[in-house]
C-alpha cells in the first residue's frame, strides 16, 4: 500500500475532495428512508389534504437527485485520480524496466514484466478508484445505517448492533487470508505470459513442425494451473457474502417478526419497520462493498508490491568517481583486462533477458585483449564460447566479477550510461525491427537527416531493396520486420548501427543471413566510408573476419588463439579446423 499512497499523494487534495463529496452522497442516500418513515407515520395520519403528502414527497425526490448527482460527480474524480497514479506508475515501471542491469532483467524475467505493466497496474487502479467511493460509501452506509434505526427503535436495532461485528470480522479474517493467495496467482499469471509469449514469437517454428497440439496443452495446463489458484483465491475470498446475507436475512426474518407484534402492541409505528427493511438493505450493500473493498485491496496489495519489487530496484551500474576506477593501461580505443565473468544462475528469472545472447552458465575467464583507436577485432567460436559476453561487458549491460573493462582510456564503470552507450553503433545477435516506417527504424529517434540515413542504407546495401518500395524509407515494417527477408532485417538492422556515425561499431553475427557476395560488399563500403571507426565482429563464418586486423578465437570462455588470420592458419589448431571445414563447405 506503501507505492499507492506514493503515487496518490500528489492528488491529495483532489482524493479529498471525492471522499467529502462521497460522504455527503451516502449522507443523503441515508436520510432517504427516514424520511419517508417520518411521511408515512407522521404527515400521512395528520396531513390535511395532499399538499404535505406532496411537499414531502418533494423532498424525497429532491434528495434522490442530489444523492446521483454527488455519487456521479466523486465517480468521475474519482476515475481521473485512478488514471493519473497509474498513468505515472506505468511510466516510472517502464523506466526503470529500460534501465534495469542485464543482471537484473534476468532476475525478474521479461513475461513477469510484462504482467507488472499490464494486469498488475490495472489491479492497482481499480483499487485507486474504489477506495476513493466504495472506501466511504460501505461504512458510512453500515455505520450510519445502523446509528439512525437506534434513534428509531432501540430494540430493533438492537439486532443489527448484535450481528454487525460479527459480520465484519468474518469479512476481515477471510479477506487477510486472500492476500498470500492472490500473489500466487499474479506468479502464475507471470508463467502462463512467459508461455504465450514464446509460443506466439515462435509460431512459425510451431507450425512448421506441426506442433501446434503441443503448444495447446502447453498452454492449457498453464492456464488450468493460473485458474485453479484464481478459483481457490476466489472461492475463499467469496465466502463472506453467502453468509453476510444469510445473517442479514435472519436479522431482516426477525425484524419483521418482532417488528408486527411491536406494531400490534403499539410500540411502533409501520414506517418504522419500512424504513428498517430499506436501511437493512443499505447495510446490506455496506457489508459487501467491504467484502469487495477487502477483496480488491487483496489483489492490489499483491500487485503493488510486485511493481513496488521493480521500481524500487536499486541502480546497480551506477558510473563510479574517476579517482575510484583503474586507470587504463593505454589509450587504445578498447581494453579488456584479465576479465572473468559469468552470469548469476542462482538468481536467474523465466530466461528471458533480452541483452543475453548466451545461455546463463556461460562465462569468460581471464580475457585480454586491445583493439587501437581504428582497429577492427573479430570474434570467433563455438555457440556458448562467451563471443556475445564480451559485448555485454563493453556496453556495460554486466560488470565482471574480476578485471576491468576499458573504452577510449577510461573504465566503462566512469561513464553514465548515455555517454558510453552513444560511442556505439550495434548490431545484436537477435535484434529487433520495429513496427514503424524504415526511416524511423534506422533513425531511431537519433538526430540523423535524410542524407546521412540514404548513406547508411548504401553502406549497408539495403538501400537498393528500400527504394523499390514506392514509399522507400517511408515503407512500414510489420511487427519484427515479418514483411521482410531475413537478409533484408540484418541490412536495416546494420544501416541502423551505422547512421549517427558511430566511434565504435559492434556487428553480433549481423551478416548470417546475407550471401557471400553481400556481406563481401558491405565490409568493403564499410571499410570505406566508416575508417575511423574501431570495430568488433562477432561471427560464425571466417570470410566475415579473415581480413580484419586481428581475431580472438574462444572456447568455453577462454581465449585460445589471437592473431591475424594467417597467423592462426599457423598456430591455432581450432581456428585452422573451423577454416578448412567452411572452405570444403563452400567448394561442396
Known amino acids: 500500500m506503501r507505492l499507492i499512497w506514493k503515487y496518490v499523494q500528489p492528488w491529495k487534495r483532489l ?136 434513534t428509531m427503535d432501540t430494540g430493533l436495532a438492537a439486532i443489527l448492533c448484535v450481528m454487525a461485528p460479527v459480520m465484519i470480522a468474518l469479512v476481515s479474517v477471510i479477506s487477510w487470508k486472500g492476500i498470500p493467495l492472490y500473489d500466487e496467482v499474479q506468479k502464475r499469471m507471470d508463467a502462463l505470459v512467459r508461455l504465450m509469449r514464446e509460443s506466439i514469437t515462435g509460431i512459425r517454428v510451431v507450425k512448421a513442425l506441426g506442433k501446434e497440439p503441443y503448444q495447446e496443452k502447453q498452454y492449457g495446463e498453464a492456464n488450468a494451473r493460473m485458474a485453479g489458484q484464481e478459483v481457490r483465491a476466489s472461492v475463499i475470498m467469496s465466502l463472506p457474502g453467502p453468509v453476510v446475507t444469510l445473517l442479514l436475512n435472519v436479522g431482516l426474518m426477525l425484524v419483521v417478526l418482532i417488528g408486527a407484534r411491536r406494531v400490534n402492541d403499539g410500540q411502533t409505528q409501520p414506517g418504522v419497520i419500512l424504513a428498517f427493511l430499506t436501511y437493512f438493505n443499505m447495510i446490506l450493500m455496506g457489508v459487501m462493498g467491504l467484502n469487495r473493498i477487502f477483496m480488491m485491496m487483496s489483489k492490489a496489495n499483491a500487485s503493488a508490491n510486485r511493481i513496488a519489487e521493480v521500481i524500487e530496484m536499486p541502480e546497480e551500474l551506477t558510473p563510479l568517481p574517476e579517482g575510484k576506477t583503474e586507470p587504463a593501461p593505454s589509450r587504445d580505443m578498447l581494453i579488456f583486462d584479465n576479465v572473468t565473468f559469468n552470469y548469476d544462475t542462482d538468481e536467474a528469472g523465466d530466461g528471458h533477458g533480452q541483452f543475453l545472447g548466451e545461455e546463463r552458465q556461460q562465462c569468460l575467464k581471464g580475457i585480454s585483449f586491445s583493439v587501437p583507436r581504428g582497429g577492427s577485432l573479430g570474434i570467433i567460436g563455438a555457440t556458448g564460447s562467451g563471443k556475445t559476453s564480451i559485448v555485454n561487458l563493453l556496453m556495460r549491460f554486466y560488470d565482471p566479477q574480476e578485471g576491468h573493462v576499458f573504452v577510449d582510456g577510461k573504465d566503462v564503470r566512469a561513464y553514465d550510461r548515455d555517454t558510453l552507450h552513444r560511442k556505439f553503433g550495434v548490431v545484436f545477435q537477435n535484434d529487433v525491427i520495429f513496427a514503424d516506417s524504415i526511416r524511423e527504424n534506422v533513425a531511431f529517434g537519433r538526430d540523423v537527416n535524410d542524407e546521412a540515413l540514404r548513406l547508411a542504407a548504401r553502406d549497408a546495401m539495403a538501400r537498393g531493396f528500400i527504394e523499390e518500395y514506392e514509399d522507400a524509407y517511408d ?77 580472438l578465437v574462444l572456447h568455453e570462455g577462454e581465449m585460445i588463439g589471437r592473431g591475424t588470420h594467417e597467423e592462426l592458419m599457423a598456430a591455432c589448431p581450432a581456428y585452422r579446423d573451423i577454416y578448412r571445414t567452411q572452405m570444403r563447405e563452400e567448394v561442396s
Open 15 to 150: 482524493v479529498l475532495s471525492v471522499m467529502l463529496i462521497k460522504l455527503a452522497g451516502t449522507g443523503t442516500e441515508l436520510l432517504i428512508p427516514y424520511v419517508l418513515e417520518h411521511l408515512l407515520d407522521h404527515v400521512v395520519p395528520s396531513a390535511d389534504g395532499v399538499l404535505p403528502v406532496a411537499a414531502w414527497g418533494l423532498v424525497m425526490l429532491a434528495l434522490t437527485f442530489i444523492t446521483r448527482f454527488l455519487n456521479v460527480t466523486a465517480n468521475r474524480m474519482s476515475v481521473r485520480v485512478a488514471q493519473e497514479g497509474t498513468f505515472a506508475i506505468r511510466r516510472d515501471l517502464f523506466h526503470t524496466a529500460l534501465n534495469l542491469s542485464g543482471r537484473q532483467m534476468d532476475r525478474v524475467g521479461l513475461p513477469s514484466l510484462i504482467s507488472r505493466m499490464t494486469s498488475d497496474t490495472y489491479n492497482v487502479q481499480s483499487f485507486i478508484r474504489m477506495i476513493q467511493t466504495m472506501g466511504i460509501q460501505a461504512p458510512i452506509m453500515l455505520l450510519g445505517g445502523i446509528a439512525i434505526t437506534l
Open 475 to 551: 515503407h512500414e515494417a510489420a511487427i519484427h520486420g515479418a514483411n521482410f527477408s531475413g537478409g533484408q532485417k540484418q541490412r536495416l538492422l546494420i544501416a541502423r548501427a551505422l547512421a549517427a556515425k558511430p566511434e565504435i561499431l559492434i556487428l553480433d553475427d549481423a551478416s548470417s543471413a546475407l550471401d557471400y557476395r553481400t556481406d563481401a560488399e558491405m565490409r568493403k563500403a564499410i571499410r570505406a566510408h566508416h575508417s575511423g571507426a574501431t570495430q568488433v565482429v562477432i561471427a560464425q563464418r571466417v570470410s566475415s573476419i579473415m581480413g580484419l586486423d586481428e581475431i
